[in-house]
């Protein structure tokens, strides 16, 4: 372990490397004009495509952890560059729904490819994409994001 974060938290750990990710991708899908945010949308559309789905927005906020509201956002600005199309539910018209492009699914692959790399590179030390650590890495993440998180105050704390 890096002596720099010897004795830190697993939050620290968690912070610290959520945020040398989203740098990371965000440098390595800038040449294709696209930020870290902006590539979740496109790399997920393109997974849920490939799938035969046409997620709504609000779906897509679900499927990434993203606020509905930044999706939105994400996708006008996805839209107006010409990668994804907006159009209301047929069955729902509150409902948006969204897909790619011809030019968005050239784009998300090309970025999906770039990222597929880095991620690459950021597994190497637990034997790589496929390796044996990397699936128990994996499987622990998992674990950790389906734990509900509810913030509580100390008030809250004191009165149970």
């Keep these: 372990m890096s002596s720099t974060f010897e004795g830190a938290t697993p939050g620290f750990l968690v912070w610290r490397l959520s945020m040398k990710w989203r740098v990371a991708v965000d440098r390595a899908v800038a040449p294709l004009g696209l930020t870290h945010a902006q590539y979740s949308l496109v790399a997920s559309l393109y997974g849920m495509h490939r799938a035969g789905r046409r997620p709504s927005q609000r779906q897509l906020a679900d499927h990434t952890g993203l606020e509905a509201l930044y999706v939105s956002k994400l996708a006008r600005a996805l839209e107006t560059a010409g990668l994804l199309e907006r159009t209301r539910d047929a069955?729902?018209?509150?409902?948006?729904?969204?897909?790619?492009?011809?030019?968005?699914?050239?784009?998300?692959?090309?970025?999906?490819?770039?990222?597929?790399?880095?991620?690459?590179?950021?597994?190497?030390?637990?034997?790589?994409?496929?390796?044996?650590?990397?699936?128990?890495?994996?499987?622990?993440?998992?674990?950790l994001l389906d734990v509900p998180l509810t913030p509580s105050t100390e008030h809250e704390k004191e009165q149970s």
């Design 91 to 143: 069955r729902d018209p509150r409902a948006v729904q969204l897909a790619l492009t011809e030019q968005g699914r050239d784009v998300a692959r090309r970025a999906i490819e770039v990222v597929q790399r880095l991620l690459q590179q950021l597994l190497e030390p637990l034997g790589g994409l496929d390796g044996a650590r990397t699936r128990e890495f994996t499987r622990d993440l998992t674990t």
